[in-house]
């Protein structure tokens, strides 16, 4: 279901409940609030439609990815970048690495392990941000 984006500040900053199997159905929520804003968004954290759970999606190719608990285990590379985000106006700078590994449960409730580069790390790490309730 196509979800509202939340732009409350004060939820935003709040860091996430770890996600259980239970949140398994907010992926299909993501993925079609995702799809719905697809022309200005790349990802987004639960916590963007109201959810404070450790649940991120980031579109990584073709099909986008859903996370559940993800941690950023590795990173290398720092830069100075600006971002935008749904939730909030304009663009801020902020450090991201331009390589990372990333450890979550899948929609399967398996443990995964990815490492990204470029823009793909990026987006992971905005929106694991999001997970911790730092806003850029």
């Not at 079609?32 to 990584?60: E, H, P, S």
């Not at 390589?99 to 470029?118: A, C, H, P």
Request: aromatic share 4%; net charge positive.
């Amino acid at each position: 279901m196509i979800k509202a984006i939340n732009k409350d500040t004060m939820i935003l900053s709040r860091p996430c409940q770890p996600a259980t199997r239970a949140d398994l159905p907010l992926a299909n929520d993501l993925r079609d609030t995702l799809r719905a804003n697809a022309d200005r968004c790349v990802g987004m954290g639960a916590n963007m439609i109201g959810i404070t759970k450790q649940v991120i999606i980031a579109k990584l190719g073709p099909l986008p990815v859903v996370m559940f608990n993800p941690t950023i285990i590795s990173k290398q590379g720092p830069y100075q970048t600006k971002e935008g985000c749904l939730s909030l106006p304009g663009q801020r700078p902020t450090t991201r690495y331009q390589k990372i590994k990333v450890r979550f449960r899948n929609e399967n409730w398996q443990v995964t392990e990815l490492s990204l580069d470029g823009f793909a790390a990026e987006i992971v790490q905005h929106e694991v941000d999001h997970c911790h309730g730092i806003l850029i």
